[in-house]
């Protein structure tokens, strides 16, 4: 039976011309380098967005954000209408929970077994019975192709493998939005495409709201419903990627993907 990927949190729908996050003239600094500079944009539900840009444009620190691993210096964030900044420490827990992340770094705790690491958050979090959690962790499992591992700590797998558990992990909090920070970029390059197909089926097979930010120009182009171009922390360019790939109107953007593609 596939894995149930449904959001735990009542999500918009996902026709919905109302955005389900939101930057309203979002500033953040870190000492004297302005990051983001007065930047705002909206993603509607179901959407699959990818953030490209040079290295420094501010792309990650917008997830940092969202997972309110960073607090921004002014401006509004929201997310499904439920305030993260500014808001009250209750208030931006309770908007925390609709997001799930994937880092660079796997992250996994490796004193816990591949299952543990991903029933941990949804029992002590969600409240769902460890059975419950059991349940829906090994269906996860299947999903990312790790059906025989649970019983494995992650120093047994593969850095591939290892970043296939973080993504299960991520999705058995049942999130609206999933944000994928550069996930390939610690990999060898044979296990990246491992990790990309199992994106690129999340991508085709669910409604999870996804921000990715990534330098694999083709797997942007293959998921996304529009990219985002950023520089010196603001959207110079967006569009659907048959637009910024093959016709981009700015030049920074055109020598911008001439470096990568």
């Known amino acids: 039976m596939p894995a149930d990927l449904s959001p735990a949190h009542t999500p918009v729908p996902a026709d919905s011309d109302s955005p389900l996050i939101t930057f309203d003239n979002v500033t953040k600094r870190f000492g004297s380098t302005t990051v983001l500079d007065d930047l705002c944009f909206s993603v509607r539900p179901g959407r699959h967005v990818t953030l490209i840009g040079p290295s420094g444009s501010g792309k990650t620190t917008i997830l ?127 296990l990246v495409a491992g990790v990309l197909d199992v994106l690129r089926d999340i991508a085709t097979t669910t409604d999870i709201t996804m921000l990715c930010v990534t330098h694999e120009m083709n797997f942007a182009r293959d998921i996304s419903d529009e990219v985002m171009m950023f520089d010196s922390g603001k959207v110079i360019e967006s569009g659907p990627p048959e637009k910024i790939f093959a016709g981009p109107e700015h030049e920074r953007t055109r020598e911008f993907l001439g470096a990568v593609l």
Do not use: W, Y
Not at 120 to 126: D, G, K, M, Q, S
């Open 64 to 190: 940092r954000l969202l997972m309110t691993l960073e607090t921004p210096d002014s401006g509004t964030i929201q997310v499904n209408g439920d305030r993260l900044f500014p808001a009250a420490e209750r208030e931006r827990r309770q908007a925390r929970k609709k997001i799930g992340m994937v880092f660079q770094q796997f992250n996994l705790f490796p004193n816990m077994s591949v299952l543990r690491n991903i029933t941990e958050a949804p029992v002590r979090v969600l409240g769902l019975s460890p059975d419950e959690a059991e349940a829906r962790a090994k269906e996860l499992l299947d999903l990312v192709g790790l059906a025989d591992r649970t019983d494995a700590k992650p120093a047994q797998l593969s850095g591939g493998q290892q970043q296939r558990v973080a993504i299960a992990r991520a999705l058995a909090m049942r999130p609206q939005v999933l944000l994928l920070d550069e996930v390939t970029s610690a990999l060898d390059p044979e």
